[in-house]
Protein backbone atom coordinates (compact mmCIF):
# COMPACT_ATOMS: atom_id res chain seq x y z
CA UNK A 1 0.00 0.00 0.00
CA UNK A 2 1.12 3.43 -0.55
CA UNK A 3 0.30 5.84 1.82
CA UNK A 4 -0.77 9.57 1.06
CA UNK A 5 -0.91 12.88 3.24
CA UNK A 6 -2.37 16.22 2.67
CA UNK A 7 -3.80 18.71 4.00
CA UNK A 8 -7.31 20.37 2.36
CA UNK A 9 -6.66 24.02 2.50
CA UNK A 10 -6.20 24.06 -1.12
CA UNK A 11 -9.57 22.13 -1.53
CA UNK A 12 -11.67 24.49 0.51
CA UNK A 13 -10.90 27.48 -1.57
CA UNK A 14 -11.35 25.22 -4.94
CA UNK A 15 -14.61 24.20 -3.46
CA UNK A 16 -15.91 28.19 -3.09
CA UNK A 17 -14.57 28.47 -6.22
CA UNK A 18 -16.52 26.22 -8.11
CA UNK A 19 -19.38 26.44 -5.57
CA UNK A 20 -19.43 30.63 -6.59
CA UNK A 21 -19.11 30.00 -10.03
CA UNK A 22 -22.44 27.44 -9.58
CA UNK A 23 -23.86 30.24 -8.27
CA UNK A 24 -23.37 32.80 -11.47
CA UNK A 25 -24.91 30.90 -14.02
CA UNK A 26 -27.73 32.55 -15.23
CA UNK A 27 -31.54 31.05 -14.39
CA UNK A 28 -31.79 29.89 -18.14
CA UNK A 29 -28.50 27.60 -17.61
CA UNK A 30 -30.22 26.03 -14.90
CA UNK A 31 -31.08 22.35 -15.08
CA UNK A 32 -35.16 22.29 -16.02
CA UNK A 33 -36.10 19.60 -13.73
CA UNK A 34 -33.85 20.58 -10.40
CA UNK A 35 -35.96 18.44 -8.77
CA UNK A 36 -33.79 15.92 -9.71
CA UNK A 37 -30.51 17.11 -8.70
CA UNK A 38 -29.21 15.38 -5.40
CA UNK A 39 -29.86 16.80 -1.94
CA UNK A 40 -26.33 17.26 -0.98
CA UNK A 41 -25.74 18.52 -4.95
CA UNK A 42 -25.63 22.06 -6.66
CA UNK A 43 -26.55 21.32 -10.19
CA UNK A 44 -26.36 23.68 -13.27
CA UNK A 45 -27.07 22.31 -17.20
CA UNK A 46 -23.89 20.81 -17.71
CA UNK A 47 -21.79 20.39 -14.11
CA UNK A 48 -22.84 18.84 -10.67
CA UNK A 49 -21.07 20.00 -7.26
CA UNK A 50 -21.58 17.77 -4.50
CA UNK A 51 -20.59 18.58 -0.85
CA UNK A 52 -20.02 15.92 2.25
CA UNK A 53 -22.01 13.08 0.11
CA UNK A 54 -21.69 9.69 1.04
CA UNK A 55 -22.37 8.10 -2.40
CA UNK A 56 -21.92 9.19 -6.05
CA UNK A 57 -25.23 10.46 -7.70
CA UNK A 58 -26.84 7.98 -10.06
CA UNK A 59 -29.17 9.99 -11.44
CA UNK A 60 -28.15 13.09 -12.63
CA UNK A 61 -29.94 15.56 -15.27
CA UNK A 62 -29.19 15.50 -18.69
CA UNK A 63 -25.28 15.31 -20.24
CA UNK A 64 -22.83 15.92 -17.23
CA UNK A 65 -19.58 17.33 -18.08
CA UNK A 66 -18.31 18.03 -15.07
CA UNK A 67 -18.46 16.45 -11.44
CA UNK A 68 -16.82 17.25 -8.02
CA UNK A 69 -17.10 15.56 -5.52
CA UNK A 70 -15.48 17.09 -2.28
CA UNK A 71 -15.21 16.35 1.69
CA UNK A 72 -17.13 13.09 0.52
CA UNK A 73 -17.21 9.87 3.10
CA UNK A 74 -17.06 7.00 0.75
CA UNK A 75 -14.36 4.60 1.75
CA UNK A 76 -13.25 3.73 -1.97
CA UNK A 77 -13.90 4.13 -5.60
CA UNK A 78 -14.84 1.21 -6.54
CA UNK A 79 -14.22 -0.07 -10.24
CA UNK A 80 -17.08 1.96 -13.18
CA UNK A 81 -18.12 3.83 -10.16
CA UNK A 82 -18.42 6.71 -12.65
CA UNK A 83 -19.10 4.38 -15.85
CA UNK A 84 -22.88 5.49 -15.79
CA UNK A 85 -21.73 9.35 -16.50
CA UNK A 86 -19.98 8.85 -19.61
CA UNK A 87 -20.03 12.33 -20.99
CA UNK A 88 -17.41 13.94 -18.05
CA UNK A 89 -14.97 15.52 -19.31
CA UNK A 90 -13.46 16.78 -15.41
CA UNK A 91 -13.61 15.15 -12.68
CA UNK A 92 -12.40 16.60 -9.34
CA UNK A 93 -12.41 13.82 -6.12
CA UNK A 94 -10.51 16.35 -3.87
CA UNK A 95 -10.30 16.59 0.38
CA UNK A 96 -12.41 12.70 0.75
CA UNK A 97 -11.76 10.18 3.17
CA UNK A 98 -11.87 7.45 0.07
CA UNK A 99 -8.41 5.14 0.86
CA UNK A 100 -8.94 2.82 -2.24
CA UNK A 101 -9.00 2.95 -5.93
CA UNK A 102 -9.62 0.12 -7.24
CA UNK A 103 -9.17 -1.19 -10.92
CA UNK A 104 -11.13 0.38 -13.81
CA UNK A 105 -11.72 2.71 -11.41
CA UNK A 106 -12.70 5.11 -14.07
CA UNK A 107 -13.43 2.76 -16.81
CA UNK A 108 -16.16 4.09 -19.29
CA UNK A 109 -15.02 7.41 -19.27
CA UNK A 110 -13.91 8.00 -22.75
CA UNK A 111 -14.01 11.65 -22.88
CA UNK A 112 -12.40 12.26 -19.15
CA UNK A 113 -10.08 15.17 -20.23
CA UNK A 114 -9.37 16.61 -16.53
CA UNK A 115 -8.77 14.40 -13.04
CA UNK A 116 -7.91 15.88 -9.98
CA UNK A 117 -7.20 13.65 -6.89
CA UNK A 118 -5.85 16.10 -4.33
CA UNK A 119 -5.43 16.04 -0.35
CA UNK A 120 -7.17 12.13 -0.10
CA UNK A 121 -6.46 10.01 2.53
CA UNK A 122 -5.60 7.54 -0.08
CA UNK A 123 -3.57 4.45 1.16
CA UNK A 124 -3.81 1.94 -2.23
CA UNK A 125 -4.35 2.53 -6.14
CA UNK A 126 -4.47 -0.49 -8.27
CA UNK A 127 -2.20 -0.44 -10.79
CA UNK A 128 -4.78 -0.47 -13.39
CA UNK A 129 -7.08 2.25 -11.82
CA UNK A 130 -6.31 4.41 -14.64
CA UNK A 131 -7.40 2.29 -17.58
CA UNK A 132 -9.37 3.18 -19.80
CA UNK A 133 -8.52 6.81 -19.74
CA UNK A 134 -7.79 7.63 -23.37
CA UNK A 135 -8.22 11.24 -23.37
CA UNK A 136 -6.90 12.51 -20.39
CA UNK A 137 -4.60 15.52 -20.75
CA UNK A 138 -4.26 16.38 -17.20
CA UNK A 139 -3.97 14.82 -14.04
CA UNK A 140 -3.44 16.37 -10.69
CA UNK A 141 -2.24 14.68 -7.73
CA UNK A 142 -0.66 17.41 -5.44
CA UNK A 143 -1.30 17.61 -1.66
CA UNK A 144 -0.45 13.56 -1.80
CA UNK A 145 2.67 11.84 -0.84
CA UNK A 146 3.35 8.50 -1.99
CA UNK A 147 6.11 6.03 -0.01
CA UNK A 148 7.93 5.14 -2.67
CA UNK A 149 8.74 1.65 -2.31
CA UNK A 150 8.30 -1.24 -4.57
CA UNK A 151 4.34 -1.44 -3.99
CA UNK A 152 4.43 2.50 -5.77
CA UNK A 153 6.53 0.98 -8.98
CA UNK A 154 3.58 0.48 -11.29
CA UNK A 155 3.33 4.06 -10.76
CA UNK A 156 6.39 5.06 -11.93
CA UNK A 157 6.34 3.66 -14.62
CA UNK A 158 2.96 4.68 -15.99
CA UNK A 159 4.31 8.43 -15.11
CA UNK A 160 7.45 7.23 -17.93
CA UNK A 161 4.47 6.11 -20.25
CA UNK A 162 1.62 8.23 -20.18
CA UNK A 163 0.82 11.22 -22.50
CA UNK A 164 -1.15 13.18 -20.18
CA UNK A 165 0.08 16.25 -17.92
CA UNK A 166 0.92 14.83 -14.36
CA UNK A 167 1.63 17.20 -11.22
CA UNK A 168 4.96 16.11 -9.50
CA UNK A 169 4.02 13.25 -7.46
CA UNK A 170 6.14 13.37 -4.09
CA UNK A 171 7.74 10.99 -1.50
CA UNK A 172 7.38 10.92 1.93
CA UNK A 173 9.52 7.60 2.50
CA UNK A 174 12.20 5.66 2.40
CA UNK A 175 14.48 8.68 4.25
CA UNK A 176 16.46 8.62 0.93
CA UNK A 177 13.39 9.70 -1.30
CA UNK A 178 11.69 12.06 1.53
CA UNK A 179 10.32 15.65 -0.06
CA UNK A 180 11.97 13.88 -3.63
CA UNK A 181 9.67 13.09 -6.84
CA UNK A 182 8.40 9.73 -7.45
CA UNK A 183 10.03 10.08 -11.26
CA UNK A 184 13.98 10.75 -9.58
CA UNK A 185 13.53 7.52 -7.67
CA UNK A 186 16.10 5.29 -8.90
CA UNK A 187 16.59 2.28 -7.04
CA UNK A 188 13.23 0.39 -9.00
CA UNK A 189 15.35 -0.99 -11.75
CA UNK A 190 17.48 -3.26 -9.54
CA UNK A 191 15.44 -3.43 -6.17
CA UNK A 192 12.20 -4.30 -6.84
CA UNK A 193 12.68 -7.45 -9.33
CA UNK A 194 12.19 -11.38 -8.37
CA UNK A 195 10.73 -13.89 -10.21
CA UNK A 196 7.17 -14.30 -12.05
CA UNK A 197 6.56 -17.99 -10.84
CA UNK A 198 5.66 -19.85 -8.28
CA UNK A 199 7.85 -20.79 -5.05
CA UNK A 200 8.35 -23.48 -5.72
CA UNK A 201 9.46 -23.69 -9.42
CA UNK A 202 11.76 -20.67 -8.41
CA UNK A 203 13.52 -23.21 -6.04
CA UNK A 204 13.94 -26.18 -8.39
CA UNK A 205 15.36 -23.38 -11.47
CA UNK A 206 17.61 -21.82 -8.71
CA UNK A 207 18.83 -25.08 -7.44
CA UNK A 208 19.28 -26.62 -11.21
CA UNK A 209 20.95 -23.38 -12.59
CA UNK A 210 23.30 -22.46 -9.90
CA UNK A 211 21.46 -19.22 -9.23
CA UNK A 212 21.11 -19.28 -5.56
CA UNK A 213 22.81 -20.55 -2.67
CA UNK A 214 20.69 -21.79 0.33
CA UNK A 215 20.99 -22.38 4.14
CA UNK A 216 19.21 -23.37 6.86
CA UNK A 217 17.84 -21.79 10.18
CA UNK A 218 15.50 -22.83 12.98
CA UNK A 219 12.46 -21.54 11.14
CA UNK A 220 13.25 -23.30 7.60
CA UNK A 221 15.35 -23.05 4.75
CA UNK A 222 15.85 -20.06 2.96
CA UNK A 223 17.10 -19.24 -1.16
CA UNK A 224 19.45 -16.29 -1.27
CA UNK A 225 19.36 -15.50 -5.17
CA UNK A 226 21.75 -13.61 -7.29
CA UNK A 227 21.70 -10.92 -9.64
CA UNK A 228 20.09 -14.24 -12.29
CA UNK A 229 15.81 -13.15 -13.04
CA UNK A 230 13.81 -15.49 -13.84
CA UNK A 231 11.42 -14.96 -16.62
CA UNK A 232 7.97 -16.66 -17.57
CA UNK A 233 5.25 -16.29 -20.16
CA UNK A 234 1.86 -15.60 -19.93
CA UNK A 235 -0.87 -14.97 -22.09
CA UNK A 236 -1.64 -11.04 -22.27
CA UNK A 237 -3.86 -11.38 -25.11
CA UNK A 238 -6.07 -13.61 -27.30
CA UNK A 239 -7.39 -12.33 -30.56
CA UNK A 240 -10.68 -13.69 -32.15
CA UNK A 241 -9.55 -15.28 -35.37
CA UNK A 242 -6.75 -17.68 -37.09
CA UNK A 243 -3.28 -16.56 -38.92
CA UNK A 244 -0.45 -17.92 -40.27
CA UNK A 245 1.67 -15.09 -39.90
CA UNK A 246 2.66 -11.67 -38.24
CA UNK A 247 4.72 -9.11 -38.53
CA UNK A 248 5.92 -5.77 -36.76
CA UNK A 249 6.95 -2.50 -37.84
CA UNK A 250 7.26 0.96 -36.17
CA UNK A 251 5.99 4.30 -37.55
CA UNK A 252 6.40 7.75 -35.64
CA UNK A 253 6.84 6.56 -32.04
CA UNK A 254 3.93 3.65 -32.81
CA UNK A 255 4.03 0.11 -32.55
CA UNK A 256 2.09 -1.59 -35.20
CA UNK A 257 1.77 -5.48 -36.06
CA UNK A 258 0.42 -6.97 -39.73
CA UNK A 259 -1.73 -10.34 -39.31
CA UNK A 260 -2.07 -12.31 -42.22
CA UNK A 261 -5.33 -14.16 -41.78
CA UNK A 262 -6.06 -16.76 -45.13
CA UNK A 263 -9.52 -17.79 -43.92
CA UNK A 264 -10.67 -14.33 -43.56
CA UNK A 265 -9.24 -13.32 -46.41
CA UNK A 266 -7.64 -10.10 -44.67
CA UNK A 267 -4.49 -8.46 -43.35
CA UNK A 268 -5.22 -7.02 -40.09
CA UNK A 269 -2.81 -4.51 -38.92
CA UNK A 270 -3.00 -3.30 -35.11
CA UNK A 271 -1.42 -0.69 -33.09
CA UNK A 272 -0.41 -0.74 -29.38
CA UNK A 273 -2.43 1.07 -27.67
CA UNK A 274 -0.70 3.16 -25.12
CA UNK A 275 -3.88 3.81 -22.73
CA UNK A 276 -5.29 0.12 -22.38
CA UNK A 277 -1.96 -1.60 -23.02
CA UNK A 278 -3.19 -4.28 -25.28
CA UNK A 279 -3.10 -4.46 -29.34
CA UNK A 280 -6.28 -2.51 -31.35
CA UNK A 281 -7.25 -2.81 -34.70
CA UNK A 282 -5.89 -0.42 -36.91
CA UNK A 283 -6.77 -1.09 -40.16
CA UNK A 284 -7.67 -4.10 -43.18
CA UNK A 285 -6.41 -5.30 -46.25
CA UNK A 286 -8.57 -7.34 -47.54
CA UNK A 287 -7.79 -9.86 -50.46
CA UNK A 288 -7.98 -13.80 -51.38
CA UNK A 289 -6.32 -16.43 -49.29
CA UNK A 290 -3.72 -14.05 -48.04
CA UNK A 291 -0.46 -15.82 -46.62
CA UNK A 292 1.27 -13.42 -45.54
CA UNK A 293 2.08 -9.59 -45.02
CA UNK A 294 5.35 -7.56 -44.69
CA UNK A 295 5.70 -4.03 -44.01
CA UNK A 296 8.44 -2.21 -45.81
CA UNK A 297 9.49 1.64 -44.15
CA UNK A 298 11.87 3.68 -46.78
CA UNK A 299 11.66 7.15 -46.04
CA UNK A 300 8.48 8.76 -44.52
CA UNK A 301 6.48 5.77 -46.66
CA UNK A 302 5.04 2.77 -45.26
CA UNK A 303 4.30 -0.35 -47.49
CA UNK A 304 2.44 -3.82 -46.75
CA UNK A 305 3.64 -6.66 -49.15
CA UNK A 306 0.64 -8.48 -49.46
CA UNK A 307 1.70 -12.23 -50.37
CA UNK A 308 -1.63 -14.11 -51.82
CA UNK A 309 -2.83 -17.49 -53.25
CA UNK A 310 -4.80 -16.71 -55.00
CA UNK A 311 -5.38 -13.67 -57.93
CA UNK A 312 -1.88 -12.56 -57.60
CA UNK A 313 0.57 -10.37 -54.62
CA UNK A 314 0.17 -6.85 -54.28
CA UNK A 315 2.16 -3.92 -52.28
CA UNK A 316 0.17 -1.62 -50.34
CA UNK A 317 0.89 2.06 -49.32
CA UNK A 318 -0.44 3.92 -46.17
CA UNK A 319 -2.17 6.91 -47.34
CA UNK A 320 -2.07 9.76 -44.74
CA UNK A 321 -5.33 11.74 -46.44
CA UNK A 322 -7.16 8.40 -46.46
CA UNK A 323 -5.37 7.45 -43.76
CA UNK A 324 -5.50 3.60 -44.47
CA UNK A 325 -3.48 1.18 -46.59
CA UNK A 326 -4.24 1.65 -50.29
CA UNK A 327 -3.29 -0.52 -53.48
CA UNK A 328 -0.13 1.03 -54.46
CA UNK A 329 1.23 -1.91 -56.65
CA UNK A 330 0.55 -5.39 -57.98
CA UNK A 331 3.19 -8.26 -58.56
CA UNK A 332 3.12 -10.28 -61.51
CA UNK A 333 1.37 -13.34 -61.45
CA UNK A 334 3.78 -15.73 -63.69
CA UNK A 335 6.74 -15.01 -61.66
CA UNK A 336 4.77 -15.93 -58.19
CA UNK A 337 2.51 -18.46 -57.95
CA UNK A 338 2.36 -20.09 -54.16
CA UNK A 339 3.76 -17.65 -52.06
CA UNK A 340 5.53 -19.03 -48.90
CA UNK A 341 7.56 -16.66 -47.33
CA UNK A 342 8.62 -12.62 -47.11
CA UNK A 343 11.97 -11.66 -46.47
CA UNK A 344 13.19 -7.83 -46.29
CA UNK A 345 16.72 -6.78 -46.40
CA UNK A 346 18.95 -4.01 -47.69
CA UNK A 347 22.09 -4.18 -49.55
CA UNK A 348 24.67 -1.09 -50.00
CA UNK A 349 21.65 1.29 -48.90
CA UNK A 350 19.51 -0.22 -51.61
CA UNK A 351 15.94 -1.70 -50.41
CA UNK A 352 15.25 -5.38 -51.48
CA UNK A 353 12.37 -7.60 -50.29
CA UNK A 354 12.20 -11.48 -51.99
CA UNK A 355 9.47 -14.18 -51.94
CA UNK A 356 9.94 -17.71 -51.67
CA UNK A 357 7.49 -19.60 -54.00
CA UNK A 358 7.03 -23.37 -53.22
CA UNK A 359 5.19 -24.19 -56.43
CA UNK A 360 6.81 -25.81 -59.32
CA UNK A 361 6.10 -23.32 -61.48
CA UNK A 362 6.75 -20.33 -59.62
CA UNK A 363 10.05 -18.78 -59.28
CA UNK A 364 11.81 -17.32 -55.89
CA UNK A 365 11.89 -13.61 -56.72
CA UNK A 366 13.97 -10.54 -55.62
CA UNK A 367 12.31 -7.24 -55.69
CA UNK A 368 14.28 -3.71 -55.51
CA UNK A 369 12.83 -0.01 -54.60
CA UNK A 370 13.55 2.32 -57.37
CA UNK A 371 11.93 5.40 -55.89
CA UNK A 372 8.72 5.05 -57.70
CA UNK A 373 8.23 1.54 -57.03
CA UNK A 374 8.92 -2.13 -56.70
CA UNK A 375 10.40 -4.18 -59.81
CA UNK A 376 11.57 -7.86 -60.66
CA UNK A 377 15.51 -7.61 -59.91
CA UNK A 378 16.45 -11.09 -59.90
CA UNK A 379 14.93 -14.57 -60.52
CA UNK A 380 16.43 -16.94 -58.49
CA UNK A 381 16.10 -20.72 -59.82
CA UNK A 382 13.00 -23.07 -60.74
CA UNK A 383 11.19 -26.51 -59.70
CA UNK A 384 12.62 -26.22 -56.64
CA UNK A 385 9.48 -25.10 -54.52
CA UNK A 386 11.20 -23.27 -51.98
CA UNK A 387 9.12 -23.05 -48.33
CA UNK A 388 11.36 -19.94 -46.64
CA UNK A 389 13.89 -17.51 -47.61
CA UNK A 390 16.48 -15.96 -44.68
CA UNK A 391 18.93 -13.05 -45.36
CA UNK A 392 22.04 -13.12 -43.37
CA UNK A 393 25.17 -11.40 -42.87
CA UNK A 394 28.23 -14.48 -43.07
CA UNK A 395 31.46 -12.32 -42.03
CA UNK A 396 30.95 -9.06 -43.72
CA UNK A 397 29.28 -10.25 -46.75
CA UNK A 398 25.13 -10.56 -47.86
CA UNK A 399 23.67 -14.27 -48.43
CA UNK A 400 20.41 -15.81 -49.11
CA UNK A 401 19.43 -18.94 -47.50
CA UNK A 402 16.69 -21.23 -49.44
CA UNK A 403 15.28 -23.95 -47.66
CA UNK A 404 13.28 -26.12 -49.83
CA UNK A 405 10.98 -29.65 -49.59
CA UNK A 406 13.08 -31.20 -52.14
CA UNK A 407 17.11 -30.47 -51.87
CA UNK A 408 18.90 -29.03 -48.74
CA UNK A 409 19.35 -25.27 -48.15
CA UNK A 410 21.27 -23.59 -50.54
CA UNK A 411 23.18 -20.54 -49.71
CA UNK A 412 23.27 -17.87 -52.44
CA UNK A 413 26.07 -15.03 -52.22
CA UNK A 414 25.36 -11.30 -52.78
CA UNK A 415 28.41 -10.83 -55.70
CA UNK A 416 29.55 -6.85 -55.86
CA UNK A 417 30.37 -7.32 -59.54
CA UNK A 418 27.33 -8.42 -61.06
CA UNK A 419 25.58 -7.27 -57.94
CA UNK A 420 22.86 -10.14 -58.21
CA UNK A 421 23.19 -13.66 -56.00
CA UNK A 422 24.80 -16.28 -57.23
CA UNK A 423 24.93 -19.97 -55.81
CA UNK A 424 28.02 -20.31 -53.08
CA UNK A 425 27.05 -23.75 -51.03
CA UNK A 426 24.42 -25.47 -49.51
CA UNK A 427 23.63 -27.23 -46.04
CA UNK A 428 24.68 -30.79 -46.45
CA UNK A 429 22.46 -33.59 -45.44
CA UNK A 430 19.37 -31.61 -43.91
CA UNK A 431 16.65 -32.03 -46.51
CA UNK A 432 13.08 -31.49 -45.96
CA UNK A 433 13.82 -28.33 -44.50
CA UNK A 434 10.77 -26.00 -44.12
CA UNK A 435 12.40 -22.63 -42.66
CA UNK A 436 15.55 -21.57 -41.80
CA UNK A 437 16.56 -18.19 -39.64
CA UNK A 438 19.03 -17.01 -38.51
CA UNK A 439 20.28 -15.35 -34.96
CA UNK A 440 23.16 -13.91 -33.25
CA UNK A 441 23.99 -14.50 -29.48
CA UNK A 442 27.31 -13.11 -27.79
CA UNK A 443 29.20 -12.23 -31.59
CA UNK A 444 28.08 -15.66 -32.88
CA UNK A 445 25.88 -16.80 -35.31
CA UNK A 446 23.58 -19.67 -35.80
CA UNK A 447 20.91 -20.92 -37.82
CA UNK A 448 17.61 -22.74 -36.29
CA UNK A 449 16.13 -25.63 -39.22
CA UNK A 450 12.67 -26.44 -38.86
CA UNK A 451 11.51 -30.13 -39.88
CA UNK A 452 8.15 -31.11 -39.84
CA UNK A 453 9.71 -34.94 -39.71
CA UNK A 454 12.61 -35.72 -37.81
CA UNK A 455 14.84 -33.87 -35.88
CA UNK A 456 14.93 -29.74 -36.17
CA UNK A 457 18.55 -28.18 -35.33
CA UNK A 458 20.60 -25.92 -34.44
CA UNK A 459 24.31 -25.11 -36.32
CA UNK A 460 26.92 -22.43 -35.59
CA UNK A 461 28.73 -20.63 -37.87
CA UNK A 462 32.76 -21.74 -37.69
CA UNK A 463 34.18 -19.71 -40.02
CA UNK A 464 34.57 -21.74 -42.46
CA UNK A 465 30.80 -23.51 -42.14
CA UNK A 466 27.67 -24.71 -39.92
CA UNK A 467 28.51 -27.17 -38.03
CA UNK A 468 25.46 -28.81 -35.89
CA UNK A 469 25.07 -27.60 -31.98
CA UNK A 470 22.24 -29.55 -31.09
CA UNK A 471 19.11 -31.40 -32.38
CA UNK A 472 15.52 -30.58 -30.96
CA UNK A 473 12.66 -33.32 -31.19
CA UNK A 474 10.29 -32.24 -33.82
CA UNK A 475 7.68 -34.27 -34.96
CA UNK A 476 4.96 -32.10 -37.01
CA UNK A 477 7.08 -29.34 -36.29
CA UNK A 478 5.86 -26.03 -38.79
CA UNK A 479 8.48 -23.26 -36.97
CA UNK A 480 11.37 -22.93 -34.83
CA UNK A 481 11.64 -19.28 -34.12
CA UNK A 482 14.21 -17.35 -32.39
CA UNK A 483 13.53 -14.55 -30.62
CA UNK A 484 15.19 -12.59 -27.35
CA UNK A 485 14.47 -9.75 -24.95
CA UNK A 486 17.24 -8.20 -23.43
CA UNK A 487 20.13 -10.88 -22.16
CA UNK A 488 17.25 -13.97 -22.57
CA UNK A 489 17.40 -15.77 -25.91
CA UNK A 490 14.90 -18.10 -26.67
CA UNK A 491 13.56 -20.63 -29.78
CA UNK A 492 9.95 -21.36 -29.41
CA UNK A 493 9.43 -24.40 -31.81
CA UNK A 494 5.83 -24.96 -32.68
CA UNK A 495 4.26 -28.32 -33.16
CA UNK A 496 0.48 -29.57 -34.33
CA UNK A 497 0.53 -32.58 -32.81
CA UNK A 498 1.22 -31.47 -29.17
CA UNK A 499 2.03 -28.75 -26.98
CA UNK A 500 4.55 -26.16 -28.34
CA UNK A 501 7.88 -25.68 -26.89
CA UNK A 502 9.62 -22.75 -25.45
CA UNK A 503 13.69 -23.29 -25.27
CA UNK A 504 16.11 -20.89 -23.43
CA UNK A 505 19.66 -20.68 -24.31
CA UNK A 506 21.93 -22.04 -21.26
CA UNK A 507 25.18 -20.13 -20.98
CA UNK A 508 27.28 -22.22 -19.29
CA UNK A 509 26.37 -25.39 -21.39
CA UNK A 510 26.02 -23.90 -24.69
CA UNK A 511 22.97 -25.22 -25.46
CA UNK A 512 18.81 -24.74 -25.24
CA UNK A 513 17.23 -26.45 -22.49
CA UNK A 514 13.24 -26.61 -21.94
CA UNK A 515 11.68 -23.44 -20.36
CA UNK A 516 7.83 -23.68 -20.64
CA UNK A 517 4.99 -25.71 -22.43
CA UNK A 518 2.25 -23.31 -24.51
CA UNK A 519 -0.63 -24.39 -26.32
CA UNK A 520 -1.49 -23.13 -29.50
CA UNK A 521 -3.04 -24.72 -32.15
CA UNK A 522 -1.64 -25.31 -35.19
CA UNK A 523 1.06 -22.98 -34.97
CA UNK A 524 2.55 -21.23 -37.77
CA UNK A 525 4.68 -18.24 -36.63
CA UNK A 526 6.13 -16.42 -33.60
CA UNK A 527 6.81 -13.02 -33.63
CA UNK A 528 8.82 -11.19 -31.01
CA UNK A 529 7.09 -7.62 -30.23
CA UNK A 530 8.52 -4.68 -27.88
CA UNK A 531 6.65 -1.74 -26.89
CA UNK A 532 6.61 0.48 -23.81
CA UNK A 533 8.94 -1.36 -22.11
CA UNK A 534 7.43 -4.60 -22.45
CA UNK A 535 8.21 -7.85 -24.58
CA UNK A 536 5.55 -9.82 -26.70
CA UNK A 537 5.70 -12.72 -28.69
CA UNK A 538 2.55 -13.20 -31.21
CA UNK A 539 1.34 -16.70 -31.85
CA UNK A 540 -0.47 -17.42 -35.06
CA UNK A 541 -2.77 -20.06 -35.45
CA UNK A 542 -3.53 -21.91 -38.49
CA UNK A 543 -7.07 -23.92 -36.50
CA UNK A 544 -7.25 -21.67 -33.72
CA UNK A 545 -7.25 -18.29 -32.15
CA UNK A 546 -3.72 -16.25 -32.29
CA UNK A 547 -1.99 -15.43 -28.78
CA UNK A 548 -0.23 -12.50 -27.85
CA UNK A 549 2.62 -13.79 -24.91
CA UNK A 550 3.86 -11.13 -22.30
CA UNK A 551 7.45 -11.97 -21.35
CA UNK A 552 7.15 -10.79 -17.56
CA UNK A 553 9.82 -10.63 -14.19
CA UNK A 554 7.15 -9.61 -11.95
CA UNK A 555 8.30 -7.03 -9.17
CA UNK A 556 8.08 -7.10 -5.42
CA UNK A 557 5.04 -5.21 -5.07
CA UNK A 558 2.87 -7.89 -6.89
Known amino acids: MALWRGGDGGARGLLLLLLGAACLVPPSAQVRRLARCPATCSCTKESIICVGSSWVPRVVPGDISSLSLVNGTFSEIKDRMFSHLPSLQLLLLNSNSFTV ?77 QEKK ?12 TT ?23 TGTFFLFLKHLFPDFVVHQTLPYQSVSVDTFNSKNDVYVAIA ?89 ETFFVI ?24 LHEWFRDTDAEFVDIDGKSHLILS ?22 DIPNMEDVLAVKSFRMQNALYLSLTRFIGDSRVMRWNSKQFVEIQALPSRG ?29 DKEKQLFKKFKEIYVQAPRSFTAVSTDRRDFFFASSFKGKTKIFEHIVVDLSL
Not at 182 to 190: K, P, W
Request: with cysteine; proline share 3%; net charge negative.
Open 182 to 193: LNDVTSFDYECT
Open 356 to 379: ADSSKAGLSTVYKWNSKGFYSYQS
Open 261 to 349: QPSMENCMVLEWDHIEMNFRSYDNITGQSIVGCKAILIDDQVFVVVAQLFGGSHIYKYDESWTKFVKFQDIEVSRISKPNDIELFQIDG
Open 404 to 425: SRSQAPIILQWNKSSKKFVPHS
Open 196 to 218: GISTSIIKDCCLEYSLCFSFRLS
Open 477 to 505: AMTLQPFSFKESHYLALGSDYTFSQIYQW
Open 101 to 177: IRDDAFAGLFHLEYLFIEGNKIETISRNAFRGLRDLTHLDLRGNKFECDCKAKWLYLWLKMTNSTVSDVLCIGPPEY
